[in-house]
T-cell receptor, first 111, second 113 residues
Framework: DAMVIQNPRYQVTQFGKPVTLSCSQT?????MYWYQQKSSQAPKLLFH???????NEADTPDNFQSRRPNTSFCFLDIRSPGLGDAAMYLCATSTPGETQYFGPGTRLLVL | AQSVAQPEDQVNVAEGNPLTVKCTYSVSGNPYLFWYVQYPNRGLQFLLK??????LVKGSYGFEAEFNKSQTSFHLKKPSALVSDSALYFC???????????FGAGTTVTVRA
């Protein structure tokens, strides 16, 4: 089945230690998104890629970076995680202007 | 600018009873409206959407939603709720010309046996 996959499902890191979250898709969608979701709140868009074009939201902290080496994969890098970065991180994909499909999420714990 | 309001933080219903989750929206252009469901420690699952056409949209798992332009509402409904429908529900809107989804705050649905 075509799908959005996120690895790992749970990630524990130490305060200030860089961490990378992974997203892959078999849907062949042009657009990939990264969201942060805290405590069952609404997901907050961090950035998205339209093909290789990177689009950062104005209020996304510099601590968050992203890479998209090819159509299938997208990575979220948190350079120096703080306690406030503990959250669920959701990856989503879509074709332009169409429905976004979400992966299962990665729950990040910062110690 | 676009926004979504889900006026109820929680909805509680008995199994077998009708379920309604309310959503109102605001967009400057044509609204693209979506409902997603989220189970604990899972991602968002797409339920249904309204782009154009019939105001009553049918989706997954027996859910449907009615688009009401004059009331700027897109309420989610299910005629007979199941305990397994207990989850967090998000309404989302996008201006037709935009990529960005605006989510409501979410409504927690609890269906009691």
């Amino acid at each position: 089945d075509a799908m959005v996959i996120q690895n790992p499902r749970y990630q524990v890191t130490q305060f200030g230690k860089p961490v990378t979250l992974s997203c892959s898709q078999t849907l062949n969608h042009n657009v990939m998104y990264w969201y942060q979701q805290k405590s069952s709140q609404a997901p907050k868009l961090l950035f998205h890629y339209y093909d290789k074009d990177f689009n950062n939201e104005a209020d996304t902290p510099d601590n968050f970076q992203s890479r998209r080496p090819n159509t299938s994969f997208c990575f979220l890098d948190i350079r120096s995680p703080g306690l406030g970065d503990a959250a669920m991180y959701l990856c989503a994909t879509s074709t332009p202007g169409e429905t976004q499909y979400f992966g299962p999420g990665t729950r990040l714990l910062v110690l | 600018a676009q926004s979504v309001a889900q006026p109820e933080d929680q909805v509680n219903v008995a199994e077998g009873n009708p379920l309604t989750v309310k959503c109102t929206y605001s967009v400057s252009g044509n609204p693209y409206l979506f409902w997603y469901v989220q189970y604990p420690n899972r991602g968002l699952q797409f339920l249904l959407k309204y782009i154009t056409g019939d105001n009553l949209v049918k989706g997954s798992y027996g859910f449907e939603a009615e688009f009401n332009k004059s009331q700027t509402s897109f309420h989610l409904k299910k005629p007979s709720a199941l305990v397994s429908d207990s989850a967090l529900y998000f309404c989302a809107v996008r201006d037709g010309s935009d990529y960005k989804l605006s989510f409501g705050a979410g409504t927690t649905v609890t269906v009691r046996a």
